[in-house]
Each structure stands twice: as structure tokens, then as C-alpha cells.
């Protein structure tokens, strides 16, 4: 059955609280003015070392922008929120993102992009180069470490940002609905890629999408969002096992949880669609 | 498109395509060269055969031996130099200024709003416009062909960069943040390589309009330079080299387009205008 509780009362108290949003809101546009959007509303959210977290939501739910806050690209309205107890105030390499639109240095070539973090460190050019072929061959890119973003495929390019992003080696992966420009079949072998590298490298990971079944299969906890204003209205906790492989899709606990979900969901993403 | 096999070496169909590009590249200087070919010989012909008055227009072959004289006597490059010195200083100038008002008005909005009306009300004011004010303000020295080649190279080298940086992806300004990136990491490793598929078009453009004002400003304020050869040629009624000083220009204009734009293909190799 699915579960739903409250932030608070999330389970292993011991592991330590990496990331603390409380009561978070966010308006765009004049204040008090007709044309304010509330993006988000009293959002309350705890994220623990280690944990894989997925944000699910339709568009306009505020998981875009949520995730924009905790990267530190934009401020809060109102709330706080906190790394490590201390406030979030500027974009820091112990948070990187991973974008959609991938954001790789069209410039540059794989290895460059991957060691952009490196250098910004003044890690020296050995170091470096070493660091980045290891995380190239992380993510299964290696033999393109001297290719330009457009010479490789989409899903390629999406490796290539996620190696990029771990170079730094941060505290917190930010994915901002990084298989979205993707066909279905590179979309469900990245899943798969991603499930590996995540508990491979250890990473705390808060994960963007508007897929049911992605969020499912990739979490420990899925937080559902629901638009106009932006809030939490659920968290699932997802008991499967890690590593996730493909199999766990039939698992009877996954296909039942993603038709509940799709079933609460279905009144918000209809309201969407005729928007 | 893809190597899939995820070697380095190259499949025998890219080493195909590379051979077959190159013969293409081939090919279209050829064409070019036989476009310039037929064009003088078109011209020698017409002269030849009387249709057009050698007087009104002398032929190629004339001209190529007024050339060879000054070339000589080395009058030609006493001139030649004048200018490509004066056109690289008044376009050096004008990147200065161009480049940095680009950028703080591409970069914060509020003085885009107030610099772009002024600049584009003073845009579409032609060189030739300025000649009587700017020999009031510079006398009839080097200064006033400075000034002019700089009016004439300063606006595309701002429209450039405006458009650049105001077309610079938020996403890549954003993965660079939060991946950590230094103050000059930003500019020298991100800014300037996604500006430059935009800026560096506008600076060949600027240079072609800068070489014209050069030209301009010397047939009125000047004692040396091509633009003062044509003018002193055509007092002395010496037409083979007024017609060589025009080709000079129209030749050495050629090439410095054709240096930069090769260069810019180097430089934006990645960039989706440099691909076709």
C-alpha cells in the first residue's frame, strides 16, 4: 500500500540532514500586484546524506524552480532553506546541476567540459585529466573524451553533463529533468545508468521529473508536487532494493504504487493540459 | 553520424566524406579563381576590341603595368602602408569602444535602454556625413582618418557584441556557477568562446566598413594613402593609376576578409554557423 507521512517523521534519524527547506515560498513578478505568481507555497522538505530523492509533479508545480533555489540560482521569498545548517546564498560546486538542455561548452571537448570543475578548484593539469577520464569512464564514455557536444548523440551528451557535474565531487547532484529531450529507449537505459552511478558514487540526488514511473524506480523517496500554488501534497517511500535494475519495473509493489499515483495525479495533469 | 563502434580511428565512409569535402573546398576556390579570371579577361577584351574607350577605362593589362611601376618605385607601398596602418589603428579603437559598450549594455539592461536609441540614432549617419565636422574637430591629418574609420567600425562591432551577450545561454552561465567557476574562468572560458560565433562576423564587417572610411577620409584629409593616390592621379590626369589604386583596394580588401573569415572558421568550428 502506498505511504504516505510527513517530512519530520522520515525514518533513519541518524543519518544526518544534508539539505533543510522550510516553509519555503517563492512569488514572481510585482508584489501583491495581479500579475504575483505563487510558484511556491509553505514547501517543507528534508533530504538526507545519501538519499535519492525524485520531485514529481506536473508543469507549473514549482519543481523546476525548487530546484533552482536549492542549486542557489535564485533566492527564496519567504522560508529558508539550509546545506548543512548553514543558508543557501549563491551557487557552490558542493551542488551541482545536471540541465536538461544538457548546458555542455559546445566549445569544448568532453574532457574539457568534464574538468571545468577541476580547474576552478586550480587543480593541476595532471590531476585533472586523471580525475576526468576515471568519471569518463564512470558514466561509459570513454573513446570520446576528444569529441565536441555535437558530435555525439543526446544521450551521450546527458553522460557527458553527469560526469561533469560529479567532477567536482559535490555533496548533492541536482538533475532538473535530464532525460527529457531524450527517445523513450536512451530515456529507460540512462535510468538504468544513472540507478548505477548514483550508488556507486554515493551521491545525495534530488531528481527532477514529470515521469511517474521514472521517479519511482529511481528514488528512495518520491515528494509529489501539485501547481497553482506550487506545494508538497505526498511523499512515497520507495522499499525496493538497491541497486535498481530493470526487473524491479514489474515488481507488483512498482506497478501498483505508479497506477495509484497515476490515478491521484490524472485530475491535476488534465487541469494542466487544458490550460 | 556516429563513430557507434567508439573508436578513435576514423570509418572508411568518414575518410570518404573528409576526401570528398576537401575536393569540394577544391573546387569552390577554383570556381572563384576562374570567376576573377573571366572577369579581367571579359574587361581586357572590351578594351581590346574598342568597345570601351581606353581613356574612360584603361585595360587590366595597363593597369597590372601601372601597378608594377609604383610597385617599383615603391610609391604603392608607401601608400598601402599608410592606410593598413591607419585602418588598424582607427579599427582597433573601434573594438575598444564597440566591444565594451556591447557589454555592459548586453550585460545589464538598464543601460542598454539608455545607450541603444543614442547609438542607433547616430548609426545610420554615413561616414562621408562626418567629413566636415570631423576636419573642423582633427585639422587634415591622421587623426581625422582615425576617427572616421573608427565611425564606421565602431556601430556593427556594438551591435555584435550586444547581440552575443545578450544571447548567451542562461543554462551555461548556470552550470558554469555552480561548477565553481572563477571571475575570469567566466569570462575567458565561457563568455568569450560562446560570443565569439557573433562577435567575430561583426569585426570582419566592421573591418570591410572601416577600409571604405579609409579610403573616403584620404581622398579629402590626407597627404599619403590609396584614397590620396586616386585623388592625386586623377588631378594629373594619370587614369592607369587611379584604376590601379581601386584595384589595389578592392584586392587587399579581399584578402583581409578572407584571412578572417578563415580564421573564424577555426575559431567557431563547433559553433552550428560554421557547419554545413
Avoid at chain 1, 539550509?82 to 544538457?102: H, K
Avoid at chain 1, 557535474?165 to 545508468?193: H, K, N
Avoid at chain 2, 576573377?36 to 579577361?41: H, Q, T
Avoid at chain 2, 562591432?157 to 551555461?172: C, E, H, K, P, S
Wanted: charged fraction near 15%; hydrophobic fraction near 50%; charge should be neutral.
Amino acid at each position: 500500500m502506498m505511504q504516505t507521512i510527513i517530512a519530520s517523521d522520515t525514518p533513519s534519524t541518524a543519518v544526518p540532514v544534508q539539505i533543510d527547506i522550510r516553509h519555503v515560498g517563492k512569488v514572481f513578478g510585482g508584489k501583491g500586484g495581479d500579475s504575483a505568481v505563487i510558484a511556491l507555497d509553505d514547501v517543507n522538505l528534508t533530504i538526507r546524506k545519501g538519499e535519492f530523492i525524485s520531485l514529481l509533479g506536473p508543469s507549473g508545480c514549482g519543481k523546476s524552480t525548487l530546484l533552482g533555489i536549492v542549486a542557489g540560482f535564485q533566492g527564496v521569498s519567504s522560508g529558508k532553506i539550509e546545506q548543512n545548517g548553514r543558508p543557501i546564498l549563491r551557487p557552490e560546486p558542493s551542488r551541482t546541476v545536471v540541465f536538461q538542455d544538457y548546458a555542455l561548452f559546445g566549445w569544448m571537448t568532453v574532457q574539457q567540459n568534464v574538468e571545468f570543475g577541476l580547474k576552478a578548484k586550480g587543480m593541476a593539469k595532471r590531476e585533472r585529466a586523471a580525475i576526468a577520464r576515471e568519471l569518463i569512464a564512470l558514466v561509459r564514455l570513454s573513446g570520446f573524451e576528444d569529441k565536441y557536444p555535437h558530435q555525439i548523440s543526446g544521450g551521450m551528451k546527458q553522460r557527458a553533463a553527469i560526469a561533469r557535474a560529479l567532477a567536482p565531487d559535490p555533496d548533492i547532484l541536482l538533475m532538473d529533468e535530464p532525460f527529457g529531450a531524450l527517445d523513450a529507449q536512451t530515456r529507460v537505459l540512462l535510468q538504468e545508468e544513472i540507478a548505477r552511478i548514483s550508488s556507486e558514487a554515493g551521491k545525495t540526488v534530488l531528481f527532477v521529473t514529470h515521469g511517474i514511473d521514472e521517479a519511482v524506480f529511481l528514488a528512495d523517496r518520491v515528494v509529489v508536487m501539485s501547481p497553482r500554488p506550487g506545494r508538497v501534497r505526498q511523499e512515497v517511500n520507495v522499499p525496493l532494493p538497491r541497486p535498481r535494475t530493470a526487473e524491479m519495473r514489474s515488481d507488483p509493489w512498482f506497478v501498483q504504487t505508479v497506477n495509484e499515483l497515476w490515478e491521484t495525479l490524472k485530475p491535476e495533469w488534465q487541469k494542466g493540459e487544458e490550460e | 553520424m556516429q563513430n557507434s563502434a567508439g573508436s578513435p580511428a576514423l570509418s572508411p565512409q568518414a575518410v570518404a566524406r573528409q576526401g570528398g569535402m576537401a575536393q569540394l573546398f577544391k573546387n569552390r576556390s577554383l570556381r572563384g579563381a576562374v570567376g576573377l579570371l573571366s572577369f579581367f579577361a571579359i574587361w581586357q577584351l572590351l578594351t581590346s576590341i574598342g568597345v570601351i574607350d581606353a581613356f574612360l577605362l584603361p585595360s587590366p593589362v595597363a593597369v597590372a603595368g601601372a601597378m608594377w611601376d609604383m610597385a617599383v618605385d615603391g610609391s604603392l607601398w608607401i601608400h598601402l602602408g599608410a592606410s593598413l596602418r591607419r585602418v588598424a589603428i582607427g579599427f582597433l579603437l573601434a573594438c575598444i569602444v564597440g566591444i565594451a559598450l556591447g557589454l555592459v549594455s548586453g550585460w545589464w539592461r538598464g543601460v542598454a535602454d539608455f545607450l541603444r536609441p543614442v547609438i542607433e540614432a547616430l548609426r545610420p549617419i554615413p561616414p562621408l556625413a562626418w567629413i566636415p565636422i570631423t576636419i573642423l574637430w582633427f585639422g587634415l591629418g591622421d587623426s581625422a582618418s582615425y576617427f572616421l574609420v573608427f565611425l564606421g567600425a565602431v556601430f556593427p562591432t556594438y551591435v555584435a557584441t550586444y547581440t552575443a551577450v545578450r544571447g548567451l545561454d542562461r543554462n551555461q552561465m548556470n552550470a558554469a556557477l555552480c561548477l565553481g567557476a572563477k571571475p575570469w574562468q567566466l569570462i575567458w572560458d565561457v563568455l568569450v568562446p560562446a560570443s565569439l560565433p557573433i562577435v567575430l562576423p561583426g569585426m570582419r564587417i566592421a573591418l570591410g566598413i572601416g577600409w571604405m572610411c579609409v579610403v573616403t577620409a584620404e581622398l579629402i584629409a590626407a597627404q599619403t594613402g590609396l584614397g590620396y593616390l586616386i585623388q592625386q592621379s586623377r588631378m594629373l590626369f594619370q587614369i592607369n593609376n587611379v584604376v590601379a589604386g581601386m584595384v589595389t583596394i578592392g584586392l587587399v580588401g579581399f584578402a583581409m576578409s578572407a584571412v578572417l573569415e578563415m580564421i573564424e572558421r577555426r575559431v567557431n568550428a563547433w559553433a552550428p554557423s560554421e557547419r554545413s
